[in-house]
């Protein structure tokens, strides 16, 4: 089987927003072992949308579409759909009943706009949407060639989207194949050193055609290595993972610092929680994300880590050592994270330096600024979050004035 994704929405074409829905789907098909040949955009217009539509049902054989679905007048997806089926518009009693049943929810009335959501071309399917009111269709086109194409079209919102592919089309898409079967997927989560040197520590692993697949991705220096296994059943496929998972983390080591939805700042505070330590910042470089990331963890976690965190004015000047000392003495707590101001390399780079107090010493690192100012900040924030987590006992301490690179 090849697919097509198609983006429907002006605020794509016109790049007011950036397109992530086509490039999350192209990586979910890709693990199920369907390929994706084409991408395209289209815009909020019958013609846009159906010359769209018929082009893919042409030349691939699932086709998957976001956006459209809405209430309001240009929201045309289920009418291009209907018209390029041939197929009238119905109203779907189920459709209905679960869009009113959105709206009882909240305790509001059901605006008459909102019918529109509940029609559906003639013969077509409905894929239910669990946290939004548009639910989703699921169409056969006809193709030149006398066969069919498999329309899914869903919401553009992304976690309603990804949601009603997990739990509707990939079953459908599984059922699709000549060798049925279960897919299991399990995402193993790294930071400390870029996408291409872990890709370099794991040589057999990330390639195409290899069963398991292991994909690799990256997101403001976090990697996350994707194992998706595919078997006669679940314990197979956990069978599967379990000796790649394995393999992973004995090449990779301390870089591995959690599983699925962790970040590096829960890793952080589960490791400080387990040790029974206690934990306050002071910033300079990053300007309150570190705070950020370990006050949201610690609310996500115990809620007895985090002591609070301290802003210091662009510009300060103040040792980043003395900093940390000085702010573990002031909250009270067991840990003392600083990050200090921006500093100008002689290759011209620019650098912040980290610093990590407890009453036993204090461990400084130096970070590399890189990708961009709000992407830079964001890498130093997790940076400095991760020194925590490797300087407690879940991680080997980091060697002090060691430069850390972080990113892609």
Known sequence: MRAEVIAIGDELTTGARLDT??????????????????????????????????????????????????????????????????????????????????????GMPMPETNRRQALFPRGSRLIPNPDGTAPGLDVDLSRPDGGRARVFALPGVPAEMKLMWRQTVVP???????????????????????????????????????????????????????????????????????????TIRACLGSLVFGVEDDEVEDAAIRAAAAA????????????????????????????????????????ATADPTAVAEQVRRDAGADLGL?????????????????????????E???????????????RAAKTAVDLVRRSLPAGPSPQASRPVEAGR
């Open 364 to 378: 400084r690192v130096t970070h590399r600024l890189g990708g961009g100012a709000a992407l830079a900040q964001s």
């Open 172 to 246: 459908a898409l599984l059922a699709m194949q000549p060798e049925r079967g279960t897919i299991v997927q399990r995402r193993i989560k790294c930071f400390g050193a870029g996408e291409s040197a872990i890709e370099a520590l794991l040589p057999d692993l990330v390639r195409r055609g290899r069963e398991p697949l292991v994909g690799i991705t990256a997101h403001e220096a976090t990697i996350t290595l994707r194992i998706a296994a595919r078997g006669r059943d679940e314990a197979a496929c956990r069978a599967m993972i379990a000796a790649d998972e394995a």
């Open 276 to 315: 029974g330590l206690s934990l306050a910042t002071a910033e300079i470089g990053t300007h309150g994300r570190v705070a950020a990331l370990l006050a949201q963890a610690d609310a996500r976690g115990s809620g007895r880590v985090f002591r609070g965190g301290r802003v210091l004015a662009p510009g």
């Open 21 to 106: 829905n086509s490039q999350w789907l192209s990586a979910e098909l890709a693990l199920l072992g369907i390929p994706v040949i084409f991408h395209v955009t289209a815009t909020d217009t019958l013609e846009a949308g159906a010359e769209a539509f018929r082009t893919a049902a042409g030349r691939a054989d699932v086709v998957v579409a976001t956006g459209g679905l809405g209430p309001t007048a240009d929201d045309l997806t289920r009418d291009v759909l209907a018209a390029v089926a041939g197929q009238p518009l119905e109203l779907s009693a189920e459709a209905l009943a679960a869009v009113e049943s959105r709206f009882a929810l909240r």
């Open 338 to 362: 600083a990050v200090g101001p921006p500093q100008t390399a002689a290759d011209g780079a620019t650098l912040v330096d980290i610093a990590l107090a407890s009453d036993a010493c204090v």
